[in-house]
């Protein structure tokens, strides 16, 4: 249990058995009236946003999320299997878990494994990874219609928006939160 003054970024919040993050809390004291704690919570699992409005000094329950540094190794059909770094411990995430870092996720590559109570909740990439091009058209010098983008397979298998000088075989970096491209490497 912690008090609402207490709130702070990424804090994960218990509230009617649904985790909850803290994204945004601001302590505010209206012209009349008790002191309020206005909060922008994001659900753990769904993604959702919602916006919060708690009187000051009430209690709420924190949840107690692990967060673990993991190596991504293979995928087996059933799920995706990453290893603890620091006690080898394997352990395979279901595809709904691991969600759309999939498009993103090398052999090897290590990302943050957040766990509540033993339980997989969902896994933070870098914000950017390098990715190599296997495959997109030839830009062409004049064609403009597109905005000087073209599309571009990634090793992974996804397929991003590069612009036209990109060519097969080049690596380039790409943002995990939106599927950007960012730079050639």
Known sequence: MVSTNDLKN??????????????WFQHHKPGKGNTVVRTKLKHVLSGKVVDRTFNSDIKVDTANVDRREMQYLYHDGDGYVFMDTSTYDQLTLAEDTVGDA????????????????????????PASVELEVTYTEPGLQGDRSTGGTKPATVETGVQI????????????????????YLGRV
């Open 161 to 180: 928006q590069v612009p036209l000088f990109i060519n097969t075989g080049d690596r380039v970096k790409v943002d995990t939160r939106e599927g950007n």
């Open 102 to 125: 999939k498009n993103y996720l090398l052999e090897n590559a290590l990302a943050t494994v957040a766990l509540h109570e033993g339980n997989p909740l969902y896994i933070d990439l």
């Open 10 to 23: 990424g804090m994960v919040l218990d509230l009617d058995g649904q985790l909850w993050s803290v994204i």
